[in-house]
């Protein structure tokens, strides 16, 4: 039975297990390194929302709440790093977890949510549009450091 809820210290490496996925050519990080990454990510508006089946981490995305001096000070969020299992693809998992950010953007007062996608990966883009993501209505640029 898949649960969801949000991520805890104790299930980073299960978390590290499933980005080995997201991104195969990068270099995983080690536990005590991210237990201190995590000690950041506690103090600032940052959530890990997760699916679990027998406690291993299948699912997740993040999301930043950003506060905002424009639009009446409403805040934006940013989710990121979306990723489920190759396993349990296709299951509606993905947009569970996804549906649980864009409640908690509601929560925290955010007037958009930003998502970003490969601009190759339109079997993806299919994905995020049938959540109600528009990906006509901005243009997203980018520098890599």
């Known amino acids: ?8 210290e104790n299930e980073l490496l299960s978390l590290l297990e499933l980005y080995k ?7 995983i990080i080690d536990e ?8 950041n990510i506690e103090t600032h508006n940052i959530k890990y929302f997760t699916a679990k ?44 977890i996804i549906k649980n ?13 930003l998502l970003q996608s490969g601009n190759k990966r339109a079997d993806t883009h299919g994905f995020y549009e049938s959540i109600g993501f528009d990906g006509e209505s901005k243009r997203a640029f980018e520098i890599r450091l």
């Open 21 to 27: 996925q997201l991104n195969p050519e990068d270099i």
């Open 53 to 96: 089946e027998n406690g291993k981490i299948i699912a997740s995305c993040y999301i930043c709440i950003i506060p905002n001096l424009t639009r009446g000070g409403k805040s934006i969020g940013f989710i990121e790093n979306v990723i489920t299992d190759i396993e349990y693809r296709r299951k509606g998992i993905g947009k569970n």
């Open 1 to 8: 039975m898949v649960e969801y809820g949000v991520l805890l």
């Open 32 to 39: 005590f390194t991210a237990k201190n990454i995590w000690k």
């Open 101 to 113: 950010a864009i409640k908690y953007a509601k929560e925290q007062n955010c007037y958009k949510i």
